[in-house]
Each structure stands twice: as C-alpha cells, then as structure tokens.
C-alpha cells in the first residue's frame, strides 16, 4: 500500500499507452486518482479493469484548457505529467499543434499546480533530449543535443520545471527509455513492439541499418518507477532529473530477441537507413540514489505481446488506427 500522505493524484495523459498500466496500479496502492485526457485511443481503456472506481475520476479534456486545469487540480496532492504529443512522427505532422501541448501548455500547468497547493510534480521528459552521443555512457550531467522540435521542447520543459522547485513544490524529471511491452492502450509503432508485431504475424522482421544502440525499458518497470518517485523522501528527488531505463540494445540484436521468442521460421531481412541516432543511457545514478533497477526483458515484453496477439487482444494489429499514434493524430485532426 501507499506509504505517503500524497493521495489525491492528477496524471495528465493517463489514457495513454503508459498512463493505461499505470493509474490502476496507482489505484491498487491506495491512490484517488483523476485522469485528464482526450481519449483519442478510446474511453474504454480502464473498463473491466478489477478496479475500485470510486478511486478513479475520469475528465475528458486538452491541457491547453486553463480553466479546466484550475478545476481538476483541485485537492490534488501531486501531478504525473505523461501527456504530449508523444514522437517525432507524429509531432511532425503538425508543429504548430505539437508546440502548444507538449511546450506552451507546460508552464501553465506548472503554475496552476504550484497555485493549486499540489506538493510532488513528476514530469516525463524522453531520453531524445541527448540527441545522437558518441560516449559509451549517457548520463544525466551530460550536455543535451536535442535534434527535433519534440526533443527540443522536452528539454525546454525541464528548465522550466527547475524554475518552480521550492521547499513546498517537489519537482523531479525523468527521462525514460523507449517502452515496450503490452498495455490495455497498446503502441505498436515503438521498435520492440513494431518488431515483434512483423515477427509474429508476418514471420518477417526488416531491420533498418541493425548497428544503432536502443535503449529499452518494459511497461511494467516504467509503472514501477513512477510509483518510486511518487513514493521517495522529497529530499532525496527534489530537482532532480533521471534516467529511467535498463537494456541497450542494438537493434539487429534485438531481432534476434524478437525471432528467439517468435520461431526459428522468422526471417531477418537488413535495409540500409540514414537513421543512425545511437546511444547508451545509462541507468546507474537511479540505482544508486533510489535502488531502482528495471527487472524485466526485451524477452518479457515479446512474449507478453505474443500472449496478447494469440488471445486476441490485439486485432487487426496492422490496420487498427488506435495502435499507431501517427494514424490516430491524422484521423482525429486534432487542432
């Protein structure tokens, strides 16, 4: 159970691929948590979920909205900030609309909550922030390269946070690894998840160059570490920035996980890219502050979504809009 008197929660994005894991776990640790999302994947993520419901209030509703903010931050004791707009690609397809949630829309909120009496504010930034790195490590002193808008603006955000860190407002950042594995609000255009989807259905994986570094982390530990820095003395996290992560990996190497778990029947196939972004994060400074260290898998992940793909859970995993953010973003003409 929950061992700290935060027990009013708002997560922003909660509906997403993380968010959907993770507010039900909140709720089975003691939590009363509000969800404020669009629901663009669907309302029906936390249905038939074994849940308390009476811990859990759903607002549908953008974060560029001040004046709901102010009302849903009412009573609330700390903030999982997930929502954005969530990659490259899909930020790409519209800029302008990128810049107002995952930018302007922060510092808003970021006031609002401080005004609002919320005591703990956890931001998930992106490990993108450092850009393409030649060092074998990548720790949280390094400088940050940002190369696209979406990492450029994770970054700008994290300055921003410091800005409000005060003896009454607990800030801390992550920066998690690509996620993988199964959620009720499953990605599938996420490298292991994408992999593994060809792989099962296809017996067919292409891997686009093979030799860059990816580095990983399954659904379940990113769940854990955010109960983690919920749960922390707010003297050992105040304004401090983590990686959240575990496996690199490269990507042939994670074929090879994938085709492992799948079938010898899978086939390989490399195309040559111009995408070379390579990098080693490094996971250490967690471990040693918190003790947080990743337990599970690429393994795990693969074979949580082959169990998900032979149950049926996941239908029409190639052409079902709800399971690839840049088909949702062009369907819905968010603006």
Not at 260 to 270: P, R, T
Request: with cysteine; charged share 30%; aromatic share 8%.
């Amino acid at each position: 159970m929950k061992t700290n008197s935060l027990q009013n929660l708002l997560v922003t994005g909660g509906a997403g691929y993380v968010g959907a894991e993770l507010v039900p776990q909140l709720i089975r640790k003691g939590y009363r948590v509000k969800v404020l999302d669009l629901f663009l994947y669907g309302e029906d993520i936390f249905e038939n979920r074994d849940l308390d419901y009476s811990q859990l209030e759903l607002i549908k509703g953008d974060i560029r909205d001040q004046q709901l903010l102010k009302k849903s931050l009412v009573d609330v004791d700390a903030v999982i900030h997930l929502a954005c707009i969530s990659n490259d690609p899909s930020f790409d397809l519209n800029p302008n609309l990128g810049k107002s949630i995952n930018l302007d829309a922060f510092r808003p909120l970021v006031e609002i909550s401080k005004s609002a009496g919320v005591k703990r504010f956890i931001y998930a930034s992106s490990s993108s922030v450092y850009g393409v790195k030649d060092e074998p490590n990548v720790t949280e002193e390094m400088k940050l390269d940002p190369l696209t808008d979406y990492s450029k603006f994770k970054a700008e955000c994290e300055k921003i946070l410091a800005e409000y860190e005060s003896e009454s407002f607990t800030t801390v950042t992550v920066r998690p690894s690509t996620v993988m594995g199964y959620s009720h609000r499953q990605r599938l255009d996420v490298v292991v998840n994408i992999l593994t989807n060809h792989a099962f259905h296809n017996r067919l994986i292409k891997v686009f160059g093979g030799q860059q570094l990816r580095p990983n982390i399954h659904i379940d530990d990113m769940v854990e570490l955010y109960l983690l820095l919920l749960e922390a003395p707010k003297d050992k996290i105040a304004g401090k920035i983590y990686n959240g992560g575990w496996e690199n990996y490269k990507v042939e190497d994670i074929a090879s996980i994938v085709k492992k778990v799948i079938g010898d029947d899978v086939k390989v196939e490399f195309v040559p890219t111009d995408d070379n972004r390579s990098y080693h994060v490094s996971s250490e400074k967690i471990k040693k502050e918190l003790g947080f260290v990743a337990q599970k898998s690429i393994e795990d992940a693969v074979k949580d979504l082959q169990r998900a793909f032979k149950e049926g859970r996941l239908k029409n995993s190639f052409d079902e809009k709800k399971y690839y953010n840049i088909k949702t973003m062009l369907d819905v003409e968010l603006k």
